[in-house]
């Protein structure tokens, strides 16, 4: 203290109490889930849930909205596009049973019905547009969008077919076979008629996938991905090229992604240019690899329905049986992501301009607003405990925060928190907390759809 002389006598000036500002200026990074609390920046999110951050601000994340099916349960959910006869896009479906439906002036039957895990490929057969369907132990289904559709009695089991250069290839159901045929006709796997079988590099597992890119094959087997290459018109294809894998390859979550395949395995999501494959998103630790993981890509970003282990409360979903609780949101150009919890999606389909979903075991598409068919999911962007870089007590004064909706705030010292309402409003607010604690973090919530909420500060002093 220093002493001052005064004509009324001497007094003791007491200093001013100096505070300090931790500014967060954008959320752009989203959550590291590899490093400890202690170890983040004050300014990172150790945990973060159905925001959107790619603008920088907290907006809202992607939720799903119906698309008229209301009441009938679905499995899975696929589209056929027909750009003849002004026909094109038909969204279809499978309910519990395998009834197959599709939409046209209203929810209409196709009176075929395929039980199970159905794939699908839009296909040109003689001459016609067409969409087959079939699942690994049922027959091909034809259907051109305008007649009855029919079924392909002696087609082989398929789990997977897409074509490459002149000819067509299929995975059957076995594991083991690879068939061709350069007929471009799912009718015909004869090898006395231009058809082939492909002997796939030995070993890695059983076949589970074939998909074209940039003019070669790849066959994706458990626990490794081979290149098969075909050498000009009338070329024989032939294998070539093996890459291991340490984790099992999960093939529904396969998914041609422009220029390049991405896909989840047991050690994590990969993205793969045809020469080399690259880990993505390690900084996400909570995806929990399984059977019911499925995947699709649309407008340029690579989405991907997943298991994940949260903490805290449960979130839409996940207070019930599901399957799949989160949906990650991958963008392969710049490498940004978002994370969507709460939902349990279990088949996806990519649109003209929209991605189709079951999700909840009822048939939507994925919209900007984070809610499930209109009921809200809670937002959550938590930053760590941190000792904000000083091991001097804080005392946490207030924050000052712009948000459009209405949030709640949580200060948390790790022995006891602090909520408080905050309303929605076009100016920036101020908002006084009183909170010590020698390590610091606070929390974001929201349950407001169209969300914004933006450079927040915390404005604290050492003690």
Same mark, same amino acid.
């Given at each position: 203290m220093k002493k001052v002389n005064s004509k009324a006598g001497d007094y003791l000036a007491v200093p001013k109490k100096q505070y300090k500002n931790l500014r967060i200026d954008d959320f752009f990074k989203g959550a590291d889930g590899r490093l400890d609390q202690s170890v983040l920046s004050p300014k990172a999110a150790a945990e973060t849930y159905n925001f959107d951050f790619s603008s920088g601000a907290l907006k809202d994340g992607l939720g799903v909205t119906g698309i008229g099916v209301a009441g009938l349960p679905v499995t899975n959910i696929w589209r056929f596009v027909k750009n003849i006869d002004n026909v094109g896009e038909i969204v279809m479906f499978s309910s519990l049973l395998g009834d197959v439906f599709y939409i046209k002036n209203g929810v209409q039957s196709l009176h075929i019905t395929l039980p199970g895990r159905i794939y699908t490929a839009n296909y040109r057969l003689h001459g016609t547009e067409v969409v087959l369907m079939w699942t690994e132990n049922s027959p091909i289904a034809v259907w051109d969008g305008v007649n009855a &559709?029919?079924?392909?009695?002696?087609?082989?089991?398929?789990?997977?077919?897409?074509?490459?250069?002149?000819?067509?290839?299929?995975?059957?159901?076995?594991?083991?076979?690879?068939?061709?045929?350069?007929?471009?006709?799912?009718?015909?796997?004869?090898?006395?008629?231009?058809?082939?079988?492909?002997?796939?590099?030995?070993?890695?597992?059983?076949?589970?996938?074939?998909? $074209?890119?940039?003019?070669?094959? *790849?066959?994706?087997?458990?626990?490794?991905?081979?290149?098969?290459?075909? $050498?000009? $018109?009338?070329?024989?294809?032939?294998?070539?090229?093996?890459?291991?894998?340490?984790?099992?390859?999960?093939f529904d979550t396969v998914a041609l992604c422009g220029n390049k395949i991405m896909f989840l395995s047991g050690d994590g999501l990969w993205e793969f240019d045809g020469l080399t494959a690259k880990k993505v998103l390690s900084n996400i630790a909570g995806i929990m690899p399984s059977e019911s993981a499925c995947a699709a890509y649309h407008g340029g970003r690579y989405?991907?329905?997943?298991? *994940?282990?949260?903490?805290?409360?449960?979130?839409?979903?996940?207070? &019930?049986?599901?399957?799949?609780? &989160?949906?990650?949101?991958?963008?392969?150009?710049?490498?940004?992501?978002?994370?969507?919890?709460?939902?349990?999606?279990?088949?996806?389909?990519?649109?003209?301009?929209?991605?189709?979903?079951?999700?909840?075991?009822?048939?939507?598409?994925?919209?900007?607003?984070?809610?499930?068919?209109?009921?809200?999911?809670?937002?959550?962007?938590?930053?760590?405990?941190?000792?904000?870089?000083?091991?001097?007590?804080?005392?946490?004064?207030?924050?000052?925060?712009?948000?459009?909706?209405a949030i709640v705030l949580t200060v948390d010292n790790g022995a006891e928190s602090k909520s408080v309402q905050v309303d929605g409003s076009p100016q920036p607010q101020r908002v006084r907390v009183g909170m010590r604690g020698r390590k610091l973090s606070f929390c974001i919530e929201s349950n407001e759809t169209n969300a914004c909420v933006a450079r927040p500060v915390l404005v604290y002093s050492e003690v």
């Open positions: &559709a029919y079924f392909i009695t002696d087609s082989p089991n398929i789990k997977s077919m897409d074509i490459c250069g002149d000819f067509a290839f299929i995975a059957e159901s076995d594991g083991q076979t690879i068939r061709y045929t350069d007929e471009l006709d799912p009718i015909n796997w004869n090898t006395d008629f231009g058809g082939g079988i492909l002997t796939p590099a030995e070993g890695s597992g059983r076949v589970g996938k074939v998909m $074209s890119l940039m003019g070669h094959l *790849y066959v994706f087997k458990d626990f490794s991905v081979s290149r098969v290459s075909i $050498s000009g $018109s009338g070329g024989v294809p032939k294998a070539a090229g093996n890459h291991i894998f340490g984790g099992r390859i999960f989405h991907l329905a997943v298991q *994940y282990a949260f903490g805290g409360v449960p979130v839409g979903c996940e207070t &019930a049986n599901h399957l799949n609780n &989160a949906l990650i949101t991958y963008v392969p150009s710049d490498g940004s992501y978002t994370l969507s919890r709460g939902m349990d999606i279990t088949s996806m389909a990519a649109g003209d301009d929209a991605m189709y979903v079951v999700c909840g075991g009822n048939a939507g598409r994925l919209s900007p607003l984070a809610q499930v068919f209109s009921a809200p999911l809670l937002k959550l962007w938590k930053s760590p405990l941190s000792d904000l870089g000083s091991e001097r007590i804080k005392f946490l004064r207030e924050i000052h925060i712009d948000t459009a909706g």
